[in-house]
């Protein structure tokens, strides 16, 4: 009696770490979608997989027909690294630029800096969030200031005093 606990407790531990171990999870950008397969560039390099009605989409989308060329995605595939199981859309990297700079003019719309090679204008809105000041008005021309601004440098998404304190 005793032997067969250890057979049930040994085959046990084997189904349980072969099962636990048999799902493949790929990440990285998408380079090809379409109805029945995703194609991502990963770290192990590009890994095309087939996908099912079964296969479950989660994140920043809810079908295979949202996911697009470029999006990134983790995936677990099944056994043997063919089939996508669940598609994670993960959300866009965020990008931004980021620079200090010598404030010239600065309104409760927009602040205009002087960095070492230019000077910008950038908008302020609702959303632009400032640290170590209240608001706009609390920036005076002449302050040193770092910025995060969108990728275009139209728009100041953080405003805080440089360096910081």
Do not use: Y
């Not at 995703?38 to 087939?50: A, V, W």
């Not at 060329?69 to 965020?94: M, Q």
Request: charged share 25%; with cysteine; net charge negative.
């Amino acid at each position: 009696m005793r032997a067969i606990k250890h057979l049930l407790v040994a085959a046990t531990l084997i189904c349980t770490s072969t099962f636990a171990t048999a799902d493949e999870i790929h990440s990285g950008p998408v380079t090809l979608v379409s109805a029945d397969s995703i194609t991502i560039n990963g770290e192990k390099g590009e890994k095309t997989l087939s996908v099912s009605s079964s296969t479950q989409i989660t994140g920043n989308a809810t079908a295979i027909s949202e996911v697009v060329v470029g999006a990134p995605v983790a995936v677990r595939c099944s056994d043997g690294g063919t089939s996508a199981i669940v598609i994670r859309v993960l959300p866009p990297p965020e990008k931004f630029s980021l620079f200090s700079a010598k404030v010239v003019s600065v309104s409760a719309s927009s602040i205009t800096v002087k960095t070492e090679t230019n000077e910008k204008t950038l908008s302020i809105d609702e959303k632009t969030e400032f640290r170590d000041f209240k608001d706009a008005s609390e920036i005076k021309v002449g302050d040193e200031v770092g910025v995060r601004a969108d990728v275009d440098e139209k728009k100041a998404l953080l405003i805080r005093p440089w360096p910081p304190k």
